[in-house]
């Protein structure tokens, strides 16, 4: 069975519910890991993680940090937890305040 490792980069640039990364089609996708850095020099804010499930056509609350601090990384994913996505599903996220988070994610893609 082939894979790949890839990362999915993206900054935050609004505080609508944002796709930071979809399974391609026929693929399944193992999270490994996922971190937020507030940029922001001086302002805390919220950060929510969102899992969309394709199948069912739902989105749900991974997790829901209410402040991530100034000049901050939070690592969502520790101590050996994955996340596995089937094909079309989506890790999702919405922030408290625009252009404040980098978000990082390494991610394995298997056939």
């Known amino acids: ?7 999915a980069i993206k900054t935050l640039d609004s505080t609508s519910i ?7 089609q026929g693929k399944t ?5 996922i971190s937020a850095y ?3 020099a001086s302002t805390a804010t ?3 993680v969102h899992i969309y499930d394709s199948s069912a056509d739902a989105t749900t ?3 829901k940090t209410a402040s991530i601090g100034a000049e901050t990384r ?5 101590n050996g937890e994955v996340i596995v996505l089937e094909s079309k599903d989506k890790l999702r996220m919405t922030a408290g305040a625009s252009n404040y988070f980098d978000i ?8």
């Open 74 to 78: 939070q690592a969502y994913l520790e």
């Open 29 to 33: 996708a193992i999270l490994k890991t």
């Open 18 to 24: 944002t796709d930071i990364y979809e399974v391609p």
């Open 38 to 40: 507030n940029t922001n």
């Open 61 to 63: 609350e991974f997790e």
């Open 46 to 48: 919220s950060l929510i």
């Open 1 to 7: 069975m082939p894979s790949t490792y890839i990362n």
């Open 104 to 111: 990082f994610v390494s991610i394995l893609e298997v056939l």
